[in-house]
C-alpha cells in the first residue's frame, strides 16, 4: 500500500462523526473558494483559510474527540481529503455511514 492509501484510510478512520463529515466537507469547498478567490482579493482567501482550521479543528475536539489526521500524515491529507469529498460529493463511493 502506498502512502496516498495509508493516509487517506487513516483521513477516513479519523471523521467517523457525521457533523464532523460534514465539517470536513465543508472545509474542502472553503478551501477550493480560497484558491479562486486569490484571484480576486488576498484577505477573502485569508478568511476561508482560518474558517478552514475552525471548522477542521472544532470538528476533532467536539465531535470526533480526536486529533487531526494532518499530524500524522502532514500535506498529503489535504490530497486525501479532497479525494474523499469528491467520491462523496460525486457518488463515485457511497457516504460512508456511522
Request: charged share 15%.
Amino acid at each position: 500500500m502506498n502512502n496516498f492509501q495509508e493516509a487517506k484510510a487513516h483521513f477516513i478512520a479519523s471523521h467517523r462523526h457525521p457533523i464532523n463529515q460534514r465539517l470536513h466537507h465543508l472545509t474542502n469547498l472553503l478551501a477550493i473558494a480560497a484558491v479562486i478567490l486569490l484571484f480576486y482579493d488576498w484577505r477573502l482567501t485569508l478568511v476561508c483559510l482560518i474558517l478552514t482550521q475552525v471548522f477542521a479543528l472544532g470538528g476533532h475536539a467536539f465531535f470526533e474527540k480526536n486529533e487531526p489526521a494532518f499530524r500524522k500524515y502532514p500535506g498529503i491529507t489535504i490530497l486525501a481529503s479532497l479525494s474523499w469529498s469528491f467520491e462523496n460529493w460525486f457518488g463515485l463511493r457511497p457516504a460512508r455511514k456511522v
